[in-house]
């Protein structure tokens, strides 16, 4: 038994050398979802404490994002987060996708799939309140509404 967990001991140590990738991509203003759609301060502050830490390039890694294996799970969390969607570069979505993606928002905040349970551990501010919510959920769906007018009328 002793064995073993020095085995443990000296991996834990070892895999602490092999740290993620916290370089953010430099941000672009000029695609960024809350400045492109005019976003109300009190509705982009809600995003910015709840989504961009997963789903923007302006990640703020947590403190035990430097302790690995644990690192490696936010990293990729992170990863997969702006893969479904990226606040920071919204505008070079197509119309049709940015569509999707305000449907899917409304819907993941609507089943309250969003943020993850997980992510609350360390960030208990981002919990979001039945207000809260309905906030997002009522933007979303205006942004949704003004795409929509904007893509008729481009026809």
């Given at each position: 038994m002793k064995k073993i967990l020095i085995v443990i001991l000296v991996a834990f140590v070892i895999i602490q050398f092999f740290p993620?990738?916290?370089?953010?991509?430099?941000?672009?203003?000029?695609?960024?979802?809350?400045?492109?759609k005019d976003t109300p301060e009190k509705v982009a502050k809600i995003i910015r404490t709840s989504c961009y830490d997963c789903h923007s390039n302006e990640t703020v890694y947590p403190w035990y994002s430097g302790i690995s294996p644990?690192?490696?799970?936010?990293?990729?969390?992170?990863?997969?987060?702006?893969?479904?969607?990226?606040?920071?570069?919204?505008?070079?979505?197509?119309?049709?996708?940015?569509?999707?993606?305000?449907?899917?928002?409304?819907?993941?905040?609507?089943?309250?799939?969003?943020p993850l349970e997980s992510y609350y551990v360390g960030h208990q501010n981002a919990k979001l309140t039945d207000d809260q919510r309905a906030d997002l959920v009522k933007y979303f769906k205006q942004v949704k509404e003004d795409t929509e007018r904007r893509i008729m009328f481009n026809k």
């Open positions: 993620i990738d916290k370089t953010n991509p430099r941000p672009t203003p000029g695609m960024d979802f809350l400045k492109i644990v690192s490696w799970f936010v990293k990729n969390h992170i990863d997969e987060g702006r893969k479904h969607l990226n606040f920071s570069t919204f505008a070079v979505y197509e119309p049709q996708r940015q569509l999707r993606k305000l449907d899917e928002c409304i819907e993941m905040i609507e089943k309250k799939e969003m």
